[in-house]
C-alpha cells in the first residue's frame, strides 16, 4: 500500500506560521495531509487551548494557495461542524476521545451523512476494546475513510517516553481490523525530537501505513509540544525513507521456507511442553492441598527465577524477555493451582 505522511504543528498559532509550514510541506514525498490542532486538549487548565474558528479560516484559505489539505482534532459536534463550514474533510479524534464511548458517539452523530476522513488515535490506556470500539461506532454511522492512529499509552511508568508505545496492542488492532490503514504517531510516543526518527524507523519495519508528525518551524518555541516537534529538514530525511520504502519485497521469499517451517515447530514443540508443564501443576497443587502446603512458595520461586535466568544468560537470551515469560507462566501456575482448590 502507499505510504501516507502527515505532518504539520502541534497547534496553529498564526497565519504565518501555516503559511510556512504549507510552503516547506507541500512538496515533501508522501505527504498527504497537514496537521495543525485547532481546539487542544490539555491536561491541566489554564495553558492555551487552541485559536479556534480564526485558524480554521487561514487554512482553507492557505489550503487553496498551496493545493494542499489540512486536517485537525475534533472533540465535540460544533467542531467538526465548523471544520466542514471551513472545508476541512480530514479530522481526528484525540486520546482523550476515543477513550469515551459517549463523545465518541456524539461525534458520530454530528459527522454521519458527511463526506469526512476520520483519523481515530489509541485511548490513552492500552485498551484495544476501545480503540477498536470507536472506529466500529464510526463505521455504524456510515464513515468509510478511517485510518488508526498510533500515539502510544499513558502508564505511570513509560520507560523514558511520553506515552509507552506498546507496539503489541496496535498489531492487534492490525490483526483485528486488516483493512483499517494504520500510521505511527512518533511525535506523542517520544515526548522528545530526538527519539522521533529511531520511532520512525521502527514503524516503517512494523509494515505501518505511514506516520503522523509534529513538524514545526522553530520548533523549541512552539506554543504547545516544543520538546518533541522536528523541523522541516528532518522531516524530509525520515519521508524520503519512507519514500524509498514503497517499494519493499512483498512477494513470498522460497529461502525462508525451512526456518519457518523450524520455527512453527519449536512453537508446537514449546505448547505442548507448556501443557505438560500445566499437567503437573494439577498434580502438584493435589500434593500441596493433602500435605497443607499454600500454593505460592516463595523460596521455590526465587531458586526458579535464579536457575532460568542464569541458563537464559547462557544461552544469550534477553534477561527481561526471559523473566516476563516465566513470571506469566508462573503467574498460570498458580491460577492452575487455585483453580484445583476451588474444586474442593
Ligand atoms: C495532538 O495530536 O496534538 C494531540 C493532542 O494528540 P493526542 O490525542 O494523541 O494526545
Ligand atoms: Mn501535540
Known amino acids: 500500500m502507499k505510504k ?24 515533501v514525498p508522501c505527504l498527504t495531509t497537514i ?23 487561514w487554512m482553507q484559505e492557505i489550503g487553496r494557495e498551496f493545493g494542499v489539505s489540512f486536517c ?36 458520530c452523530s454530528a459527522i454521519s ?51 509507552a508505545p ?16 494504520i500510521l505511527c504517531d512518533p511525535s506523542h510516543i517520544a515526548g522528545r525530537r530526538d527519539l522521533v526518527p529511531i520511532l520512525t524507523a521502527t514503524a516503517l519495519q512494523l509494515d505501518y501505513d505511514g506516520l503522523m ?31 524509498i520504502n ?7 521469499l522460497p529461502e525462508l521456507g525451512p526456518l519457518r517451517d523450524e520455527i512453527d515447530s519449536i512453537d508446537h514443540g514449546m505448547l505442548r511442553m507448556l501443557a505438560r508443564r500445566m499437567e503437573l501443576s494439577h498434580q502438584i497443587a493435589d500434593i500441596k492441598r493433602q500435605k497443607n502446603m499454600t500454593v505460592y512458595q516463595q523460596g521455590r520461586w526465587t531458586d526458579v527465577i535464579e536457575d532460568r535466568l542464569a541458563l537464559a544468560q547462557k544461552l544469550g537470551l534477553d534477561t527481561k524477555f526471559t523473566k516476563d515469560i516465566l513470571e506469566r507462566i508462573h503467574a498460570e501456575s498458580v491460577r492452575v493451582q487455585l483453580g484445583e482448590l476451588k474444586k474442593q
Open 166 to 181: 506498546l507496539w503489541e496492542v496496535a498489531l492487534e488492532l492490525r490483526r483485528e481490523m486488516p483493512d483499517i490503514p
Open 4 to 27: 501516507r505522511i502527515i505532518a504539520g504543528p502541534c497547534s496553529a498559532e498564526s497565519y504565518e506560521q501555516l503559511h510556512e509550514v504549507a510552503r516547506h510541506l507541500k512538496d
Open 35 to 57: 496537521r495543525a490542532g485547532v481546539w487542544k486538549p490539555r491536561t491541566r487548565p489554564g495553558c492555551f487551548e487552541g485559536l479556534g474558528e480564526p485558524a480554521l479560516r
Open 246 to 252: 514503497e517499494k519493499q519485497n512483498t512477494t513470498p
Open 213 to 243: 508528525v509534529e513538524v514545526h518551524p522553530h520548533p523549541a518555541s512552539a506554543w504547545t509540544d516544543a520538546e518533541q516537534q522536528i523541523d522541516f529538514t528532518t522531516l524530509l530525511t525520515i519521508a524520503e525513507t519512507w519514500n
Open 72 to 107: 485537525c482534532e475534533v472533540a465535540r459536534p460544533e467542531h467538526v461542524e465548523m471544520c466542514l463550514q471551513y472545508g476541512i474533510h480530514t479530522v481526528w479524534l484525540g486520546a482523550r476521545t476515543t477513550t469515551s464511548p459517549f463523545m465518541v458517539d456524539e461525534i
Open 113 to 163: 451523512g458527511n463526506n469526512i476522513e476520520v483519523l481515530v488515535k489509541n485511548p490513552i490506556c492500552p485498551d484495544v476494546r476501545l480503540w477498536l470500539g470507536a472506529i466500529e461506532r464510526l463505521q455504524h454511522v456510515g464513515i468509510t475513510a478511517l485510518t488508526a492512529i498510533h500515539r502510544g499509552f499513558s502508564m505511570y511508568h513509560n520507560n523514558g517516553y511520553r506515552n
